[in-house]
């Protein structure tokens, strides 16, 4: 089964950082573009990342110049490098593969997500 696992959240500062991880199982990871999702109370899930499988990165405007995607093809991971982050970054923070189409989502099952909470 397809399985995705995010972690690295927690409770920062602004200000300060965070590095998510997004570990992966049941994919042919070097096959598919990745993508970082946030989704904050009583909004929707917000597409913020993507990495394509040549390594070329595409950010929402609300995050540009300030949070990082990666990927490491041997981990079969993907990774979210936050910097400077504002309160406006809470959310729970997902990760999946993305259609290289139309970057939407590839898969139903969806990881738990992990909680990035920044404190003014």
């Known amino acids: 089964q397809v399985q995705l696992v995010e972690s690295g959240g927690g409770l920062v500062q602004a200000g300060g950082s965070l590095r998510l991880s997004c570990a992966t199982s049941?994919?042919?990871?070097?096959?598919?573009?990745f993508g970082w999702y946030r989704q904050a109370p009583g909004k929707q899930r917000e597409l913020v990342a993507t990495?394509?499988?040549?390594?070329?990165?595409n950010y929402a405007d609300s995050v540009k110049g300030r949070f990082t995607i990666s990927r490491d093809n041997a981990k079969n991971r993907a990774y979210l490098q936050m910097n400077s982050l504002k309160p406006e970054d809470t959310a729970v923070y997902y990760c999946?593969?993305?259609?290289?189409?139309?970057?939407?989502?590839?898969?139903?099952?969806w990881g738990q997500g992990t909680q990035v909470t920044v404190s003014s």
């Open positions: 999946n593969a993305v259609y290289n189409s139309n970057m939407k989502p590839r898969y139903d099952n």
């Open positions: 049941g994919i042919t990871f070097n096959a598919n573009a």
């Open positions: 990495i394509s499988i040549f390594g070329s990165t």
